[in-house]
């Protein structure tokens, strides 16, 4: 018997509050807002997901692990602005109403700090206001620069060189060999070639055989890498491009069109490390982000400074409102360029030890199952397509 139509309506309703409630769970579940595991060479944890609806609704004031307020200096640096704060505040609350000449004045005038804040006080907001919409505007610029350059080394980069070592491995295991050595040390120098960007970046090339045998390089191999021993993350896909070289020579691979295509991915993920190398060696000009920085503490100074001084007049005229506006601003603006700039400080090398680093372990052994699996996916083809396609030896 078909349902009714009654029953089909409460069945979608059913449904639709079922989704409503997911969704509310994910905005506002008391699960974490992100995923972490372990860095390279580091005590802290590096974010490996996170859910974007803990991030878009009022559940972001309660996440902290992982994120920008986790750096003690953007905490030090509101310290130091709320102190000047306080330090402008505090003199023009006690001589406001006195007279000029009372407290050193050239002449002996009958105005008091009263009548000439409130003739400056637009004009001290006026240059305030300009200050912030400068700052902000050069800081949002530095801002695209910065995740377009680290979104840059994700894709292009570690990507790239997921992308070519997965694609190898697959054509060679596929149209030339099922030998596990080969495949094992594409796999291995592809991850290799990862890890040792974090080698290089947290400058441990010394201890480069303790942290690559056994399991991605052998004795003989770490100990021929060290006898060049320059760029490796880079140069190591040349013995990528030697296997390939070596599978020609034996006769492998038959034709001239995939012996170009197999050096094609050697050379694609030569290219990714490039662009990691490059991102990472080659920063924003020092001349834009010093006066960007430069700029930015300009800012948060005379802010405090003239915040400071009309807080401490609002709090002799008994104006509350006024007061937690001024004091709200010197909190908040600071605070959100400070952090900006330390954000995209981090963001100019995720691979130096930082909570915002790549997740070295984590993108490591994906490389490594996923090599894996499309070996295993040629292994284990329908009986239809293996007896008309037996795989290579």
Not at 309 to 322: D, K, M, P, Q, T
Not at 362 to 381: I, R, T, W, Y
Request: charged share 20%.
């Amino acid at each position: 018997m078909s349902p009714s139509s009654d029953d089909l309506q409460k069945d979608d309703k059913a449904s639709l509050i079922d989704k409503m409630c997911v969704h509310v769970n994910k905005s506002y579940g008391t699960e974490g807002h992100a995923t972490f595991t372990s860095a390279l060479y580091n005590s802290s944890d590096v974010v490996v997901d996170y859910e974007p609806l803990k991030l878009s609704t009022f559940r972001v004031f309660t996440a902290m692990r992982g994120t920008v307020f986790h750096d003690w200096v953007i905490f030090l640096e509101q310290v130091l602005i709320t102190a000047l704060f306080l330090i402008c505040a505090v003199p023009m609350y006690i001589y406001y109403n006195q007279q000029a000449h009372d407290i050193g004045g050239i002449e002996a005038g009958k105005d008091s700090f009263r009548q000439k804040l409130a003739e400056q006080s637009d004009r001290m907001r006026d240059f305030a206001m300009a200050m912030t919409v400068l700052a902000s505007l050069l800081l949002s610029f530095y801002t695209a620069m910065a995740v377009s350059r680290w979104w840059a080394i994700r894709t292009a980069g570690i990507g790239g060189i997921k992308a070519a070592a997965v694609e190898l491995e697959m054509m060679i295991s596929q149209m030339c060999t099922q030998d596990p050595q080969v495949l094992e040390a594409i796999r291995r120098y592809a991850r290799a070639s990862l890890i040792l960007v974090f080698i290089w970046r947290h400058k441990r090339l010394s201890a480069l055989k303790a942290d690559l045998v056994p399991h991605l390089l052998t004795e003989d191999e770490a100990e021929q890498m060290l006898r060049w021993n320059h760029c490796l993350h880079e140069t190591v896909w040349a013995w990528q491009s030697a296997i390939v070289a070596t599978l020609h020579q034996e006769g492998k691979i038959r034709s001239d069109q995939l012996f170009r295509a197999l050096l094609e991915r050697c050379s694609d993920g030569r290219k990714a490390v490039q662009v990691i190398h490059t991102h990472l060696a080659v920063k924003i000009p020092m001349q834009y982000v010093h006066l960007l920085g430069v700029l930015v503490k300009m800012h948060n100074l005379v802010l405090a400074v003239i915040m400071g001084s009309l807080f401490g007049a609002a709090v002799r005229n008994g104006e509350i409102i006024i007061c937690v506006q001024l004091f709200g601003r010197t909190l908040i603006l600071p605070l959100l360029f400070n952090a900006i700039l330390l954000i995209n400080a981090e963001l100019s090398d995720p691979f130096d030890g930082h909570p915002t680093d790549f997740p070295g372990h984590a993108l490591s052994a994906a490389l490594e199952k996923d090599g894996q699996s499309f070996v295993k996916a040629s292994q284990n083809m329908p009986d239809w397509m293996a007896r008309r396609n037996p795989l290579p030896v």
